[in-house]
């Protein structure tokens, strides 16, 4: 258990990947939807994840459509 002088040492390196200037303070993540039906389309997705998922809180999003898998179609 550390102790109160060894809490505040003032000789430690600031941690790597810090908040250079310039950068936004707010933490933002990835986040990944798997196994979407094949037949959702894609603006019934985005409207769905409206309420999370604006120009606030991502800068950069993406869709990619679910796929089929072990179906046999008919030709």
């Known amino acids: 258990m550390a102790t109160a002088a060894e809490s505040n040492n003032p000789t430690r390196k600031p941690k790597k990947g810090g908040k250079g ?22 603006d ?15 800068t950069w999003k993406a869709f990619h459509a679910g796929k089929l898998k072990g179906v046999c179609v008919p030709i």
């Open 21 to 42: 200037p310039g950068q936004n303070s707010a933490v933002r993540l990835k986040t990944v939807v798997r196994k979407l039906p094949p037949n959702l389309p894609e």
């Open 44 to 58: 019934v997705f985005w409207q769905s994840v409206a309420p999370w998922v604006h120009d606030d809180t991502c």
